[in-house]
């Protein structure tokens, strides 16, 4: 295993060169030997405990704190970077891709302010539940490879344990790095990042072309609206949608004040910081298209002359962003009660079916399984639904009927309809467990269901309970 180190060599205007601090007594509390495999990264447990605890560096590791700025909640601060991460470098797969190592609540960097650096083991064992198991409901996501407890305790709003998660992601550009050097007028180390951007993730932008920034951000509001659309797809809330959780590969980054929605209602906030409920569950896509619009603002600069000519051909872009979101989101919910193609049919069924779930305080994610199961019945019984699904359900096999799509409609569900979610309750059951316990077994456990979703196993009853009262009055948390 030896580490390249791109990002380090861009130079102290990027990044800060800072070391991992040391820790008392690291031990491995999850390690993820599939990815690891996929890695291409053999350890034993010892080595693993010293190497993801930023104890010991791998072969070529360089570590910086990342340099960026944010929009946190709508309000710009320009000085914000890696307060409590270290970017150990990027190693290239056996498949050619290039992913980055960096270690979170390794302790303090040039960018901590006032902070510790340090992250407790209950948000460092959320974020290795909660991106494990988005990776297998398919939503696009940085992953884990690893949670080390430190065998130190860290105050926060209790005393708890402290831990080390060990990120991998394809690169962590975010919108928010672009807006730092804006906000300084630095136009040259624009055009570097976005240059790295292309060449990482959007290789199909012809490099030479004038047009290759316009290219870059028509490239990254597609993924945003994919990356959206598929949140709104499994019932996901992110929390903390600020610029700098927004990351041009177009992943899943940030597992702080995230959570799942249980019943259906658009209005859903569960993060602690959100008052205003500016990042509620039905807020997400248009959030979404307000972060690409600070993006684009960002590369105003380098795109012709950066003045209106280069306004006029960048508000288009930001512009069709509603429709495209539509697009996908219609054919995404079609596809959810069974429709291959959306239409004025399949529209008028889910805007129908989601205003009763609404207001019936229908469970999200149980009611599509219950829908798709209906279709299928066990032993000459159908599963029993809600009172006020009756007369919809009637409708809605009318209607495949009709289109003779009743098998299709099977595959296409259970497809895009996961049997379990990591539900919020019970990750708080897990986190607590695993707090008073680091080999607790509750993590693994879980793990085994919402590493596979859309299976039915001897174990998933488990974790498709629902509490409606769980949800009353929880709350998720930074974790900082």
Request: hydrophobic share 35%; charged share 20%.
């Amino acid at each position: 295993m030896k580490l390249q180190h791109h990002y380090q060599s861009l130079g102290e205007a990027f990044s800060q060169s800072s070391l991992p601090e040391h820790v008392r007594n690291p031990t491995v509390v999850l390690w993820n030997q599939q990815l690891a495999d996929t890695l291409g990264i053999k350890a034993n447990n010892h080595e693993a405990s010293q190497f993801f605890s930023g104890n010991a560096l791998i072969t070529g590791s360089k570590p910086v704190a990342m340099a960026y700025s944010g929009h946190q909640f709508g309000q710009f601060n320009p000085h914000l970077g890696d307060g409590r991460a270290h970017l150990l470098g990027e190693l290239r797969t056996a498949e050619g891709l290039i992913k980055e190592l960096q270690l979170k609540g390794s302790g303090r960097t040039p960018f901590s302010r006032n902070g510790d650096g340090k992250c407790g083991i209950k948000p460092a064992v959320r974020e290795y539940i909660m991106s494990e198991a988005m990776h297998a409901l398919g939503v696009p996501t940085t992953r884990c490879l690893a949670v080390v407890s430190t065998g130190e305790d860290i105050q926060r709003q209790t005393t708890t344990p402290g831990a080390v998660v060990t990120r991998v992601a394809d690169s962590h550009l975010r919108v928010g790095t672009f807006e730092y050097f804006a906000a300084r007028g630095m136009h040259d180390e624009i055009k570097v990042l976005a240059d790295i951007a292309v060449a990482r993730h959007y290789p199909e932008i012809n490099d030479k072309d004038d047009t290759k920034y316009l290219q870059l951000i028509s490239h990254v509001i597609d993924k945003q609206i994919h990356l959206i659309t598929e949140w709104m797809r499994v019932g996901f809330i992110h929390g903390v949608m600020n610029t700098d959780n927004t990351l041009l590969s177009g992943d899943t980054i940030d597992y702080g004040p995230c959570a799942m929605m249980g019943v259906y209602d658009p209005n859903t906030v569960f993060s602690s910081i959100d008052h205003q409920g500016r990042y509620a569950f039905g807020n997400q896509p248009w959030i979404a298209q307000w972060n690409m619009a600070r993006f684009a603002e960002s590369l105003l600069p380098v795109i012709v002359d950066g003045g209106e000519d280069a306004i006029a051909l960048v508000t288009p872009l930001i512009e069709s962003y509603q429709d495209k979101y539509q697009q996908a989101f219609s054919l995404m919910m079609a596809k959810k009660i069974g429709f291959s193609e959306n239409s004025q049919e399949a529209s008028q069924l889910c805007n129908e079916l989601l205003e009763i779930m609404f207001k019936k305080h229908l469970d999200y994610t149980e009611t599509f399984t219950q829908l798709k199961n209906s279709l299928q019945p066990k032993d000459g019984t159908s599963p029993v639904l809600h009172p006020s699904l009756m007369e919809w359900q009637i409708k809605w096999q009318e209607t495949l009927n009709k289109k003779q799509l009743n098998h299709q409609a099977v595959t296409l569900m259970a497809e895009n309809n996961p049997l379990a979610i990591p539900r919020n309750h019970l990750i708080e059951q897990v986190l607590t467990a695993t707090e008073a316990n680091s080999a607790h077994p509750a993590a693994s456990e879980m793990l085994k269901v919402v590493q596979n979703p859309y299976t039915l196993t001897e174990n998933t009853h488990k974790y498709q309970v629902t509490d409606k009262d769980a949800d009353l009055n929880y709350q998720t948390y930074c974790g900082t």
